[in-house]
């Protein structure tokens, strides 16, 4: 597969940004996690005023052949008409999006429908959903390289407008399964303590995706670099998030990291080049059940915790306006000298 | 003391509203806490299409006579020192403020500071700072009620202007300490359970601010009643944000509940008139150590935990967009009918 040239970040600055935090007009540390985040971006950004330009997000779409194994409660025709509907900009995502003036890309990576040339995502089609991984791997190696290199280009495009911030969101049906058996291969935890409930399966439901995934895992045993794992479970659009995300990293970018989806491909791209997290901002902690653990394993910790579990980027749009406060305060905030405030007379803050 | 008249929200219109949140194209409850939300919104006002107009912040300053008793690491001129800080948009909450375009008034309650005319907050002061409370009540009846008044003519100005989302932010060097003792004489816990950092107290700080305390609600067991509690243990900033919270609550506006001083004030507006809490949202879990027992008290639920603790509103300020994601999925997002997309099999979608 491509390769990607991830440098870990630079700590030069870091103790000129915290000086310049520490002089701010605010007790040393009440800004909590803004501080955190202004901190690691000013870090990846190598500067003592960071910005945030053209914030974009790539949704990713696929559908996936374990879906004739009955693990979704939706048909997976879902998956099209909600291309549909966020080409015509009625999905939850197109929301957060318009609200945050973020730049939006739908990507067919591989879902099973012709679109028509009026209304159409980005052709990075690679086939009409890939097989059941029950039976056989979800897809070729070949086709997953194709994948990773999509993702990228796509990536490097967004750089290329101008985008230093960028997100990934996907959307196809049955891609829970698949995410939940890649955290089982790359963590080591079983299948059960990796399901959810999905877009809404009730226990029965889950049991029966946890076995599905149990006995996947049973087959494909000889899968276990994470480029075969990725390859095994991923699906299309999971594949080409991984490839996005490196890519991302390797320019420099900030990720913010969406829910349950999203993370399973940063777990792949971490276990191929773990520099990649000092780029990544986890934007939400989602209701479906494994999720918190994969940020653990990450070591990340979530910016939010609203109880959602919608996908499609939803989590990383809605946490955006936090991940920019934290970035303005470090720009516009007064100092202590600056504004003629006087200092605490405690040890605590460190001025 | 002013009377109020809370109404409890309408509750006509819950169904209606559940139905058009589950038709939404998204799987049932899939958006969280930013449902039920939207829902006490709708409810709020009454409407299917709610909405969010010239959301405002009150700040209020004022000094505290509980200072003498070294309750705080920094000295009382930082009060009208951050309130200068304010005027010229150098602070923390001016940079959130002004990130989501919300306007700010800056009042001054009762600030130890004569400010000029050309750099003034608003002039609402009723001292020069309140009296030392561990000798006598920190303010006098007669005090309260105009400071009551004071923050009830506030919002009703901004309600006239066209706010209907209002929060209250709040400076003054101490104000921890009273809201601390506040906290323990209308809930019971005791200071030492009530005692926090505030602006950076180390572990014997602490100690010494609970034993302030202490003494103090000896000296007052007579004031038992939350108007005695309020004018004893309070200060003009506090007093002044509790009148404004009960007009607010009486005009039908959303309020959005910042961190320890301002939930504090909410205990007294609450004990008060208990229908206030419907037209309440909780910004965030401030990282004052009791504030998440004051909000279990009122039955809130943070939108944010950020580990936070500056004051001033900017909780408030930084939950505000996730407010409006609230809101706008809502009225956006299209329908599972009007965007063409199946429904799910499962039961669990009430659709």
């Known amino acids: 597969m491509q390769e990607f040239n991830i440098q870990p970040i630079n700590l030069n ?13 605010k007790p040393s540390g009440s800004l ?33 052949g374990i879906t004739n194994e009955g693990v979704s409660p939706y048909p997976q025709e879902v998956t099209f008409q909600m291309v549909l509907n966020f080409l015509s900009g009625g999905a939850a995502i197109n929301v957060f999006a318009r609200q945050h003036d ?9 879902v099973n429908y012709d679109f028509n040339d009026h209304n159409s995502p980005i ?11 029950l039976n056989e791997p979800a897809m070729s190696a070949e086709q997953c390289n194709i994948a990773i290199s999509n993702g990228a280009k796509l990536v490097t495009e967004s750089h290329h407008n101008g985008s230093n911030i960028i997100s990934f969101g996907e959307m196809g049906i049955g891609n829970t399964t698949s995410a939940a058996a890649i955290l089982c291969k790359l ?9 959810g409930a999905g877009t809404g399966l009730d226990e029965k439901g ?16 000889r899968a276990t670099t994470p480029f075969e794992i990725l390859y095994t479970f991923g699906g299309f659009e999971i594949a080409t998030i991984v490839g996005g995300m490196l890519k991302a990293a390797e320019l420099g970018m900030i990720i913010i990291i969406d829910g349950f ?32 653990f994969m940020l653990q394993h990450l070591n990340l910790k979530p910016i939010l915790n609203l109880g959602m579990r919608l996908g499609e ?8 306006p936090i991940i920019q406060s934290a970035v303005q305060f470090i720009n516009e905030m007064s100092s202590f000298e600056g504004a003629g405030v006087s200092k605490s007379s405690s040890n605590e803050v460190k001025v």
Do not use: M, W
């Not at 600055?13 to 007009?25: C, E, N, P, V, W």
């Not at 690691?40 to 330009?53: D, F, G």
């Not at 963590?187 to 399901?195: F, L, M, Q």
């Open 261 to 292: 989806i999203a993370t399973a491909a940063l777990l792949v791209a971490n276990a191929l080049n773990n520099n990649i997290t000092d780029y990544c901002i986890a934007a939400h902690q989602s209701n479906e059940k494994a999720h918190l």
């Open 13 to 25: 600055l870091t103790d000129q940004i915290q000086k310049k935090i520490d002089l701010k007009t």
């Open 102 to 110: 973020i730049r939006l890309k739908i990507i067919d990576c591989g």
């Open 123 to 133: 052709n990075c089609k690679i086939d009409y959903g890939t097989k059941n991984f």
């Open 187 to 195: 963590t080591g935890i079983s299948p059960i303590e990796a399901c």
């Open 313 to 320: 980027g939803t989590g990383a749009a809605v946490a955006y």
């Open 32 to 64: 909590g996690i803004l501080e955190t985040i202004g901190k690691q971006i000013c870090l990846i950004q190598n500067t003592l005023e960071p910005t945030l330009q053209k914030p974009s997000l790539i949704i990713c779409a696929g559908d996936h």
């Open 206 to 221: 889950i049991f029966h995706k946890a076995q599905i995934i149990e006995k996947a895992i049973t087959k494909h045993q």
